[in-house]
């Protein structure tokens, strides 16, 4: 979508513009023809037998009347932004600048209230909370669902369970700047039984069903291609991003075959930045509310 919105986009369709807007005044210039005297001649096509066609130039209100159109359309794309994103101070974006300069001037001071608090405080605050919920429900209860209990590759915000940290400055940071998750794929390194070998002693570590057998060969494997970035251990690496892989806490499914799966291919997971969107008075108060959810 960000490509499609770029400033070549933009460009393109100001040249097919334009072009459409020359070739209507090349069609009407080319008529601008004078009546001759004497008796109009045929054009000499011939329809259904005997239906012909006088050559006679358009009436000259008629042409007026295209003319008018085309002058018409320049003035709209002028006044209006339809010469890409080169007049936006008017129509749509600007009206949302305004409204949104609006709501800021207005609900700004209330935001700004709790920006200097720390996170913790903030969370304890039923105004804040509340404030906190409503953004919540507004832009992340998508992708974390509203009681923010996530789905199948999003995480639950309300165990106590954090891919890159639970420190509120983290979460705030998370909420800020996004964050990029990308689990490597090692289908190639490994080959199917080798994947199906760490598959058995991942699901170990957390005492699930596995082969044993297969869960001794796993974890020679594990040590060598998945410790830089789990641990020897298996108990993740929040500066990477690397989960938790002893807990009962799985962002895409603790089934073989879905281990299976994420092993073979890796996984690549965004969140995105709210920073610039909604400004780090707004963050604050998403981020106390998260700090606030109850843990299970």
């Known amino acids: 979508m960000a490509d499609f919105i770029s400033g070549f986009w933009n460009m393109y369709v100001m040249v097919l513009v334009v072009l459409s807007i020359l070739f209507c005044v090349y069609v009407l210039a080319s008529n601008m023809t004078k009546r001759t005297k004497g008796p109009a001649e045929l054009h000499g096509h011939v329809w259904d037998e005997t239906l012909a066609e006088y050559n006679n130039p358009l009436p000259r209100w008629w042409l007026y009347l295209f003319w008018g159109t085309i002058v018409f359309s320049v003035a709209y794309l002028v006044i209006y932004p339809g010469f890409g994103d080169r007049n936006q101070h008017r129509g749509q974006i600007a009206q949302y600048e305004a409204e949104m300069q609006t709501a800021d001037e207005k609900y700004g001071p209330i935001f700004a209230k709790y920006r200097d608090m720390d996170l913790m405080a903030v969370a304890a605050d039923p105004e804040a909370n509340a404030?906190?919920?409503?953004?919540?429900?507004?832009?992340?209860?998508?992708?974390?669902?509203?009681?923010?209990?996530?789905?199948?590759?999003?995480?639950?915000?309300?165990?106590?369970?954090?891919?890159?940290?639970?420190?509120?400055?983290?979460?705030?940071?998370?909420?800020?700047?996004?964050?990029?998750?990308?689990?490597?794929?090692?289908?190639?390194?490994?080959?199917?039984?080798?994947?199906?070998?760490?598959?058995?002693?991942?699901?170990?570590?957390?005492?699930?069903?596995?082969?044993?057998?297969?869960?001794?060969?796993?974890?020679?494997?594990?040590?060598?291609?998945?410790?830089?970035?789990?641990?020897?251990?298996?108990?993740?690496?929040?500066?990477?991003?690397?989960?938790?892989?002893?807990?009962?806490?799985?962002?895409?499914?603790?089934?073989?075959?879905?281990?299976?799966?994420?092993?073979?291919?890796?996984?690549?997971?965004?969140?995105?930045?709210?920073?610039?969107?909604?400004?780090?008075?707004?963050?604050?108060?998403?981020?106390?509310?998260?700090?606030?959810?109850?843990?299970?």
């Open 131 to 296: 404030m906190g919920q409503r953004l919540f429900l507004t832009y992340c209860a998508q992708c974390h669902g509203s009681a923010a209990q996530g789905a199948k590759g999003f995480p639950n915000l309300t165990d106590d369970e954090w891919q890159w940290g639970g420190e509120p400055e983290v979460v705030k940071t998370t909420i800020m700047e996004g964050r990029m998750g990308v689990m490597t794929p090692f289908g190639q390194a490994l080959g199917a039984e080798g994947v199906k070998d760490v598959a058995s002693y991942v699901r170990s570590l957390t005492g699930l069903a596995h082969d044993s057998l297969r869960a001794q060969r796993g974890a020679e494997l594990f040590a060598q291609q998945c410790v830089a970035c789990h641990g020897a251990d298996g108990t993740g690496n929040p500066m990477m991003g690397a989960p938790n892989l002893t807990n009962k806490s799985w962002l895409y499914g603790s089934s073989e075959a879905t281990i299976i799966e994420t092993v073979t291919h890796g996984r690549t997971n965004q969140m995105p930045a709210f920073g610039d969107f909604l400004g780090e008075d707004k963050v604050h108060l998403l981020a106390a509310y998260v700090l606030s959810l109850p843990k299970k």
